[in-house]
């Protein structure tokens, strides 16, 4: 990898870390928010970039099912992280192979 190329990823990582520090700083001042959309969908903003919507049966499901998530989220947890943090550099990788 050329010098300009490994400086340009370690600006694109210095500039993702920024980002995720100002999400992670924007979900604790209070940016999470309910609405109910036009349809009679429940829409919780502030989980991630786009809206989560679902039906009141959807929004229970997911209650009933509260500790079999958090089980599965806690014998995954590496995995979900890093999955995570690839996903964001490849798009990162791919904006610069664009630009």
Excluded: C
Excluded at 71 to 92: Q, S, T, V, Y
């Amino acid at each position: 990898m050329s010098k300009a190329m490994e400086l340009e990823l370690a600006r694109v990582k210095a500039e993702l870390a920024n980002a995720n520090t100002m999400l992670k700083a924007q979900e604790s001042t209070g940016h999470f928010r309910i609405a109910m959309g036009k349809t009679g969908g429940i829409i919780v903003y502030g989980l991630g970039r786009f809206p989560t919507t679902l039906y009141k049966k959807g929004w229970q499901f997911i209650f009933a099912n509260q500790s079999k998530i958090e089980a599965f989220i806690k014998e995954n947890e590496a995995e979900l992280d890093r999955l995570g943090n690839l996903a964001k550099l490849a798009k990162a990788q791919a904006k610069l192979a664009k630009g």
